[in-house]
């Protein structure tokens, strides 16, 4: 039982490249989450969706970009890498918006831009 | 905006010593409160939550309450292992929104033989 999957688990980009992080999960859940979690931040949320052609902005969107084609897949698009942008991203889903439930983690994918 | 605070680290214990995590929130509405482990090079895995004031969460010897009169949700164990090096995150969610989920900062727990 994969869970949620996450591809690249490391990349290293030059500014101005771009890159699509790819997000898989089987569990049929609806909601999906892109987090980037940076040292002494904890986890801060990018975009968020809560279904098949739904996306929506999260604390810290700028410089990103997401799209939710097919339940089970959420991609994270990088336009033109920053260094500012250099962080470990983790992709998260959840079968229901309610809060008391949990999110489901994947592994992460560490992004160096030099 | 709802938030939390958790303990700074890193914090090292030696094998069998007991382990507190300070966690306090803030938030409006009905939170629901996690701790989330992270072992190295892995992704956030649930150990416990607590959806209601006065709930105890618990999970491998891990153990939270919901303490809503002083907005804590302190973790504890009583007696750690090596296998418990890892870091731990606080989070909130609000009851009626997942989508918004806040952590907070994390703390490295390393346990020594």
């Known amino acids: 039982n994969a869970g949620v999957t996450q591809t690249p688990k490391f990349r290293v980009l030059k500014t101005g490249q771009s890159m699509t992080l790819l997000c898989a999960q089987d569990?049929?859940?609806?909601?999906m989450y892109w987090y980037r979690q940076d040292p002494g931040m904890g986890l801060r949320l990018i975009h968020y969706?809560?279904?098949?052609?739904?996306?929506a902005k999260g604390e810290v969107p700028d410089g990103y970009n997401v799209s939710r084609l097919k339940k089970q897949n959420f991609l994270l698009g990088l336009e033109s890498a920053a260094p500012s942008q250099t962080s470990v991203y983790f992709c998260a889903s959840s079968w229901s918006q309610r809060g008391n439930q949990p999110q489901h983690f994947g592994d992460g994918t560490r992004l160096s831009i030099l | 905006g709802d938030s939390v605070t958790q303990m700074e680290g890193p914090v090292t214990l030696s094998e069998e010593a007991f382990l507190t995590i300070n966690c306090t929130y803030t938030a409006t509405g009905y939170p629901s409160l996690f701790w989330y482990v992270q072992y190295p090079g892995e992704g956030l895995q649930l150990l416990l939550k607590?959806?209601?004031?006065?709930d105890k969460g618990s999970n491998k010897g891990f153990e939270a309450t919901y303490r809503k009169e002083t907005t804590s949700f302190h973790l504890e164990k009583g007696s750690v292992q090596v296998s418990d090096s890892a870091v731990y995150f606080c989070a909130l969610s609000d009851l009626y929104n997942n989508n918004d989920m806040r952590f907070g900062a994390g703390t490295r727990l390393t346990v020594k033989p």
């Open positions: 969706s809560v279904g098949e052609g739904t996306t």
């Open positions: 569990m049929n859940h609806e909601y």
């Open positions: 607590a959806t209601k004031a006065d």
